[in-house]
């Protein structure tokens, strides 16, 4: 890979900066606005990451303001709703730190949204390196409480489970002051955020279901069962550019555990062996079809394993394209915290999209 990098800068609103860093050579087609790349440390919740990017950058797209919202009061709003679920059916559902793509969505129509400032959580990025500690503790209660109380749950099973919460997170508040206008979460969303989830589609495309038919996504962290609608191989590629190049971004669901995935170099391809990792991105890429990507499904190999923000399309000097992909792992690769995705990577290893449905049209 070429060691020399050099910036790429798009002004987008006052005098904020959005900006990747490519590796010389590259150019960009299109690159959509987004803002500053985060690190979502060990914690399992990259779909929150992913769509409050997306939503983030959806406010941009519209000429709203720079505005950072709290992925914490997210997180602990759907950590209340998917306990109420987990006890409703006695313990028979999916209790993880895991999400879809749609579930950013549904908690801001839901409960709300905060800005950033105003609710980061506990100290700073709190959620961060505690995740699976809190979600651990989070269950156990759950688990001991449905256990000790097998006829009859008692109703003031949430005050103990938000004490937990709250010791991890900290309790975001019921009404806050924003640019000097009082606000509670739900009349903040309604002024600020005025996108809600059925302004999404979500796609995807698998053979153990029809085309153009929407089923539930068969993967664990579906808590909420989202529904995809499933199209052929080829269109999922292209409804995804096509929505990019209308001046959107994509939320993006994806296997990320493979050899293709390499996100220190800032690249993620499709690699006909593994040591081809050490050619990238110059190596010539294994071929795909739909066939192959439901076999790899159905085995298992290609999983529901990370969210990421699509933000534009970028191509090399020969003219192969890659989407321009921000993550949601800090700054530190030789992207700036950014990938360049190869077509044949996304459609192997791509489990859903997410996009605005005016991007359709």
């Known amino acids: 890979m070429p060691k020399k990098i050099f910036f790429l800068f798009q002004l987008f609103i006052g005098t904020t900066i959005y900006a990747q860093q490519l590796p010389a050579g590259y150019t960009v087609i299109q690159n959509n606005a987004a803002l500053p790349v985060k ?5 399992g919740t990259c779909w929150c990451f992913c769509s409050t990017s997306l939503t983030e950058s959806e406010l941009l797209r519209t000429g709203n303001e720079n505005l950072e919202l709290s992925e914490v ?88 489970y938000t004490k937990i919460l709250s010791s991890y997170l900290g309790t975001p508040p019921q009404s806050f002051t924003y640019n000097g206008k009082a606000y509670t979460p739900k009349t903040f969303a309604a002024t600020y955020v005025k996108f809600h989830l059925n302004d999404f589609d979500g796609f995807t495309s698998f053979t153990h279901h029809p085309y153009y038919t929407s089923f539930v996504m068969e993967v664990p962290d579906n808590y909420n069962d989202n529904m995809y609608y499933n199209l052929p191989l080829d269109s999922l ?25 390499l996100y220190d170099k800032g690249f993620a391809m499709l690699l006909q062996q593994t040591g081809d990792s ?84």
């Open 237 to 261: 590629i292209s409804i995804t550019r096509a929505s990019v190049l209308k001046g959107y971004t994509v939320a993006w669901d994806a296997d990320v555990t493979n050899d293709g995935f």
């Open 278 to 361: 050490e050619n990238v991105p110059k190596i010539k890429e294994a071929p795909y079809d739909a066939s192959t990507r439901q076999l790899l499904f159905d085995k298992e190999v290609t999983q529901d394993d990370h969210l990421m923000h699509i933000t534009g399309l970028a191509k090399d000097a020969n003219g192969k394209e890659f989407f321009i992909v921000k993550n949601s792992w800090g700054n530190s690769n030789l992207c700036g915290g950014y990938l360049l995705v190869s077509k044949a990577y996304f459609a192997i290893n791509t489990i859903s999209i997410l996009v605005n449905k005016n991007s359709e049209r």
């Open 39 to 43: 690190n979502q440390g060990n914690s």
């Open 73 to 160: 009061f997210t997180v602990w709003n759907l950590y209340l709703d998917k306990a109420d679920k987990y006890v409703r059916r006695r313990g028979n559902a999916r209790f993880s730190e895991g999400g879809l793509e749609q579930d950013v969505f549904y908690s801001i129509d839901t409960y709300g949204a905060i800005p950033e400032t105003v609710y980061p959580g506990t100290g700073k990025d709190a959620i961060l390196d505690k995740d699976e500690a809190m979600h651990n503790a989070l269950q156990a209660y759950l688990d001991t409480m449905l256990k000790h109380n097998p006829d009859s749950i008692p109703l003031d099973w949430k005050d103990g």
